[in-house]
Nanobody, 120 residues
């Protein structure tokens, strides 16, 4: 599985942004798709996951503001972010794992990150 994240950029606090993660490979639907993020000087942290059956889990820091979805026909996962805060500034990565996990080390595939910058 190859992953390609896109949609990052600069947005003002309180604004919205949608990230996309396009996957190649016919086994996309069998993977749990995750989003992680990494701010400068910080460890990579879990943001959200959507399982193969559509179950979702969110980090407390984004709950109620971010929404994840997946389109199996397009092999794409989306992360709709609203109410963005400066502390959401980070490089966002999509990752595929055979199981749902909040641990980066348990992912099987990673995409290149996309920068999200939220100005105050």
């Amino acid at each position: 599985v190859q992953l390609q994240a896109s949609g990052g950029g600069l947005v003002q606090a309180g604004g919205s942004m949608r990230l996309s993660c396009a996957a190649s490979g016919r086994t996309f639907s069998s993977y749990a798709m995750h989003w992680f993020r990494q701010a400068p000087g910080s460890e990579r942290e879990f943001v959200v996951v959507i399982g193969s059956a559509g179950r979702t889990y969110y980090a407390d820091s984004v709950k109620g503001r971010f929404t994840v979805s997946r389109d199996s026909a397009k092999n794409t996962v989306y992360l709709q972010m609203s109410g963005l805060k400066p502390e959401d500034t980070a490089v966002y990565y999509c990752a595929a794992g055979k199981i749902i996990s909040d641990t980066p080390g348990r992912m099987d595939y990673w995409g290149k990150g996309t920068q999200v910058t939220v100005s105050s």
